[in-house]
């Protein structure tokens, strides 16, 4: 479903002075049908940033990152922007650690119109995740971190995608939570869906994922620094 | 051009004296794709709009439109009577300043059936049902139809602009800053309202923006203008996610954090 | 005839001028024309307009009828009247059927036309958009492309806040299916009448310095929706004087006590009723 070859990635920070801040190097894998690939290493090592080039959200600078899409393989590092937005739309599911949308759509709609405006299907989802009735008709700006997170998951899963990317689902979730996003994984996993996930949770990782890949930090501490600066500006 | 695209443009360039407002400018639309062009006051944003629009004429360059029956047209080269009738009927145009784009003395609903009695359509019940539909679709009370627009609130004018906009169903609508002039209260809502009116309709729409966040959540895809050039294009979350360019850099780290 | 004016006051070579712009709208019906308008020794919207439209038309044999809201008798029907039996010497009538040339303000008269006669309107405003586009420019451009829709706007608005088109006169036509033009402030009663009309409708409007035509026999459609057709609006009430029930009719307050007298507008069509035995 999904296989990663030779993929590089350095950013360029042009405001200080064009420095390069090299992030990942010759990343190769893939992933079939089923199983659940856990991007595990140091925090600040390049996981989330993997995890968004295999959606196509950071572009790729060598390499190439090819999804099972519409009956071929499409080179996400090399795809078109309609082409990404395609496979966006029938192929890649991903779940950030941060929900963003229009302030004013209530949390079922979000929900809905990600899993094709089945309003029922997502009323079901969101309440399986402990989202009650009395939120489901407000937007999701108001809500607890938790709460916020798990609209996130019910966006992400509803649509049954046959490629997951999962960036720290389970990260603001209690252990009820917790144990009901590990079964809805399993149940995707069950389902044929490829999944690359980041668990920072240990627990969550080992019941989860069926392999783990190791991300290096290719910097030292100092760098890294410099590095997350520059993504907490860029994902503005 | 490809065989579907909407709109091509090829080598734009256009000169207000020795400023060059715009310097070999290319760009694609297809339908129901969102276009947004940013950049800082001055970047030749708006002059891009006004040359793709067919409201400027470019120095060098063709820009080419697809009818709905698949012909080709340049722009530029249409006579002033079409290219009228085209904005019209098949484009629209929302304006930054909804006083610029509406007649303040005529009533909301008059507002949004002018387009149709401009195409001809000469019964006075059908217009108004259209008109109704259209302002309950905006979220315009429809007890205000028959009110001068001159009582609405700005982000109303706005909504009235887009009712009156999109009445004739356009399949490509040029949009110049459209919540700019806006409180921030009501931006929400009107970007809100854009986005579904946008993908319920399959509209393609040419965005230009100065706000980040509204080319996030409207467009697909985002050109980044400096000094009349294209300095950055491609899928929007990845050019504000991962900018590659020294000026995007720039525009993307200047935004505040909310 | 006093004699120290050329024939009908204007020189000749201002004449042909007129001449040419008449010939011009008459070629293209409804389409407002540009002439280089004179100075009168009149004040403008007393008819300067028409005046120098009629000077232009004027021959030797011509018989004049004058009228201003359908009377003969006003002062500037009278002005008009005297004024071109002394520069040009021509006869003058009362009578619509005896007058070859007929000119008029506010009204056209209830006797129909016929063919050979020439009827020369009073226009203050001639452009039918000027109170909807203030760019004189952007006008003639609507012109240019039959862009009238903006018109039908304000037929829309007229109807969703009085029940129906408020236009009482100078309501708008479109002339031989292409260009919307002003009728000259005659009430819209009169507006069928410049449908098909044997006569040619000569428009003249002094200040503006704009004149435009009918030719005879050309389609005059007054403006309107599907569902809310151009009606005919008349004071229902018969003429105190002839008894007339299909004539435009003037209100006339006749003393202190609020009575009113309604009569035909129409003062030659009035009195000829009543020289036939009709009466009020």
Not at chain 2, 176 to 181: L, M, S, T
Request: charged fraction near 20%; glycine fraction near 8%.
């Amino acid at each position: 479903m999904l296989r990663v070859a030779a993929v590089a990635k350095t950013f360029v920070l042009h405001l200080q002075g064009g420095v390069p801040i090299p992030v990942l190097e010759d990343v190769s894998f893939s992933v079939a049908a089923g199983e659940c690939l856990a991007l595990s290493g140091p925090s600040g090592a390049g996981k989330s940033t993997l995890l968004r080039m295999l959606y196509g959200n950071y572009r790729a600078d060598s390499g190439h990152i090819r999804v099972w899409h519409d009956g071929d393989w499409l080179d996400i590092a090399a795809a078109d922007p309609r082409a990404v937005l395609a496979a966006r739309a029938r192929t890649l599911g991903y779940v950030s650690q941060f929900l963003r949308v229009v302030p004013r759509v209530a949390a079922l709609d979000i929900v809905a119109e990600a899993g094709g405006g089945d309003r029922d299907a997502a009323a079901k989802l969101l309440h399986r995740l402990n989202i009650p009735p009395r939120l489901h008709g407000l937007p999701p700006a108001t809500f607890s971190g938790g709460e916020q997170q798990r609209v996130n998951l019910a966006r992400g899963f509803i649509a049954r995608r046959p490629v997951l990317l999962l960036d720290e689902p389970t990260a603001s979730l209690d252990a009820e939570n917790r144990d009901i996003v590990i079964g809805m994984i399993h149940e995707a996993k069950a389902r044929g869906a490829a999944i690359v996930g980041i668990f920072h949770d240990a627990a969550v990782r080992d019941a989860v994922a069926t392999r783990l890949y190791p991300v290096t930090p290719l910097q030292d501490a100092y760098d890294r620094d410099h590095s997350d600066q520059c993504h907490a500006g860029a994902a503005a | 051009m490809a065989d579907d695209t909407l709109l091509a443009a090829r080598g734009l360039s256009l000169a207000f004296g020795r400023v060059q407002a715009l310097a070999g400018v290319d760009a694609d639309l297809w339908p129901g794709e969102v276009l947004a062009i940013v950049g800082e006051s001055g970047s030749g944003k708006t002059t891009l709009l006004d040359v793709l629009s067919g409201r400027l004429r470019p120095d060098a360059g063709v820009a080419w439109y697809r009818d709905p029956d698949g012909a080709l047209h340049d722009v530029h080269a249409m006579p002033q009577p079409k290219l009228r009738a085209l904005h019209r009927s098949d484009w629209g145009f929302v304006r930054q300043n909804p006083r610029d784009a509406l007649r303040l003395g005529v009533t909301a609903g008059g507002n949004v059936g002018e387009r149709l009695m401009a195409q001809g359509n000469r019964h006075y019940g059908g217009i108004r049902d259209v008109a109704e539909n259209w302002l309950h679709r905006v979220e315009i009370d429809t007890a205000r139809m028959d009110d001068l627009p001159r009582t609405f609130s700005g982000g109303m004018l706005q909504r009235l602009q887009i009712a009156r906009t999109l009445v004739t169903h356009p399949r490509l609508v040029f949009m110049d800053e459209p919540i700019g002039g806006l409180d921030v209260s009501v931006q929400a809502r009107l970007l809100d309202l854009i986005r579904t009116l946008v993908a319920q309709l399959g509209i393609a729409v040419v965005l230009v923006t100065h706000d980040l966040s509204v080319a996030r959540l409207l467009a697909h895809r985002i050109m980044v203008m400096q000094r009349g050039r294209v300095v950055e294009s491609g899928l929007t979350d990845q050019v504000l996610d991962d900018p590659h360019h020294p000026y995007t850099q720039l525009l993307v780290s200047s935004v505040l954090q909310a | 005839m006093t004699t120290g004016y050329n024939f009908a006051y204007l020189d000749e070579q201002t004449k042909r001028m007129i001449r040419r712009a008449l010939l011009k709208a008459v070629a293209i019906p409804g389409h407002q024309v540009p002439f280089g308008g004179r100075e009168m020794p009149l004040p403008y919207g007393w008819g300067t307009g028409g005046i120098q439209v009629t000077a232009a038309v004027l021959g030797q044999h011509d018989v004049l009828k004058v009228i201003d809201q359908g009377a003969d008798d006003t002062t500037n029907a009278v002005s008009i009247r005297r004024f071109f039996a002394r520069t040009a010497g021509v006869a003058t009538t009362t009578v619509t059927t005896e007058a070859s040339i007929i000119q008029t303000r506010h009204r056209i008269p209830e006797t129909p036309l016929r063919a050979g006669q020439i009827i020369v309107y009073q226009v203050p405003l001639p452009e039918p958009l000027s109170k909807l586009e203030p760019s004189r420019a952007e006008a003639a451009r609507m012109h240019a492309l039959a862009e009238y829709g903006l018109m039908h706007v304000k037929l829309y608005e007229d109807i969703t806040r009085f029940g129906h088109v408020s236009i009482s006169y100078d309501y708008p036509v479109m002339v031989n299916g292409r260009h919307l033009m002003s009728p000259s402030p005659i009430p819209a009663f009169d507006n069928p009448k410049l449908h098909m009309s044997p006569a040619l409708q000569l428009f003249g409007a002094g200040r503006e310095k704009r004149l435009y035509a009918i030719p005879p026999w050309t389609e005059v459609r007054s403006l309107d929706f599907d569902d809310h057709p151009f009606r005919l609006t008349r004071a229902p009430h018969e003429c105190g004087l002839c008894g007339a029930d299909d004539s435009y009719l003037d209100e006339v307050v006749t003393d202190d006590q609020g009575s009113r007298l309604y009569v035909c507008s129409d003062t030659d069509y009035c009195a000829t009723r009543r020289e036939a035995g009709h009466g009020g």
